[in-house]
């Protein structure tokens, strides 16, 4: 499943320069989940190298699902998940499709 199945799209009618007008569509903007809502998988202690994709491919064998790692961590950036300040901490892997 995508992070972004559930966020509608909207159109705008965007102008140029030279007054040429073409319809954009685009994805509205998507609200991440609140952390506590996130049943939790395990707790990842963080090592020197680790990844995101690789932790989510761990867990849950979905490397793309790393954004789930993020949003149960309040994550606006990923790598500071994963980066040399991050390790010796814990991050959440949370279930996969399951809140609560």
């Not at 202690?45 to 064998?61: A, E, N």
């Not at 793309?64 to 814990?90: I, K, S, Y």
Request: hydrophobic residues 35%; negative net charge.
């Amino acid at each position: 499943m995508s992070r972004y199945s559930d966020v509608e799209t909207t159109t705008y009618e965007a102008v140029a320069d030279d007054g040429t007008r073409r319809l954009v569509r685009h994805y509205r903007r998507r609200f991440p989940p609140d952390p506590a809502d996130h049943t939790t998988l395990a707790q990842h202690l963080v090592v020197p190298g680790d990844r995101l994709d690789l932790i989510s491919f761990r867990y849950t064998g979905d490397p793309l699902g790393f954004w789930r790692v993020c949003d149960a961590n309040a994550a606006l950036d990923p790598d500071a998940l994963v980066d040399d300040e991050a390790v010796g901490t814990e991050i959440v892997v949370p279930v996969p499709g399951v809140t609560g």
